[in-house]
């Protein structure tokens, strides 16, 4: 084979072998532009991506507004108005001093924002310095929109009250498909490195978005009024709820004394659930004050043990927390 026939399939090989490359590179860019476009479906089809934002506010504490927050709290509900107008927003704004309080500055709406939007404003309850609230999810239900917050606490002493307020824009035919709202929500704690784990505190008497203390009206409100079974007086308690996910609830003066679950629905403000490991439990509480029949029982102060967790072959098959007073 002389030298020009070499040279020309050498020519050839580079060639086909470029475009070769080429093709492959234009197939996987066309597959990240899909993905990218897939995503961007994603995102516009997603009502709480596209359609709803949440604008995070602050503001100085308020009698009046203390006292519609306990009314709807004593009755499981979280107090929030509907705003469809500049005038209301602004009102709203002035009486409570709000500001963003992402960016530190003043609210700003117009009156042509009020022409395809509303504002839901929600006031979660309890606020300071070292407690926030964020939204985590907005999902539309068959008969309402189901709001899900999560309540950041940083245990400290400080009593440093404010008020916090949630503006949620929503488009308004969004809003007129379905105007009602649930508002469920889960305390976090969020613990320093220097904080001592073994310590409980009252953020920790908590299962998922269930309380000690709750009246049944405000347990039933939040979890469902249909119980599997009811026991009237199981002694030394009035009343004694149980669920089909085996949830139960013992009342004592009108009001939840101890609340056990088996459902690892219900996430601990530290985040333990049942089906978690032995080892994620003492991570994330340390070592339990004792130990009977498999039961960690933790100290909250003078030998008062609230906070209880059942292991069977090193997984958490129960939760419960009970009043320590």
Known sequence: MNRSILFLLVIVLFVLTFVGCQSEANIKREKDNNDQDNEVTKQIDNATRGDIRAIYTVGKRDKELLEKQKEYENKGYTYFQVIKNKQNLDNVIKKYELINEKKDQNLSYTEKFFNDYAIIAIYPGEASKNIYYY??????????????????????????????????????????????????????????????????????????????????EK???????????????????????????????????????????????????????????????????????????????????????????????????????????
């Open 135 to 216: 939204i985590k999810n907005v999902d539309k239900e068959n008969d309402h929109w189901e709001v899900e917050i999560e309540k950041e606490v940083f245990p400290k002493s400080e009593d440093d009250r404010l008020n916090r307020v949630i503006l949620l824009e929503m488009r308004k035919d969004l809003y007129k498909q379905i105007n009602n709202f649930r508002i469920d929500i889960r305390t976090k704690l969020v613990l320093s490195e220097d904080f001592n784990k073994n310590e409980l505190t009252y953020y920790d008497l908590q299962l998922g978005n269930l309380s000690l203390k709750w009246t049944k």
């Open 219 to 325: 347990i039933q409100n939040m979890i469902g009024k249909k119980s599997s079974e009811t026991i009237k007086d199981p002694e030394p308690y009035e009343e004694k709820l149980i669920y089909n996910d085996g949830t139960e609830i013992l009342f004592k003066d009108m009001k939840a004394f101890e609340i056990s679950v088996t459902s690892p629905k219900y996430i601990t403000p530290r985040g333990l659930k049942v089906g978690d490991s032995e080892d994620k439990l003492k991570d994330l509480y340390g070592e339990p004050s004792f130990i009977k029949n498999g039961i960690y029982s933790y100290d909250l102060s003078q030998n008062l043990y609230p906070f209880h967790v059942e292991v069977k072959g090193g997984k958490v098959i129960r939760l419960k927390i009970n009043s320590a007073y």
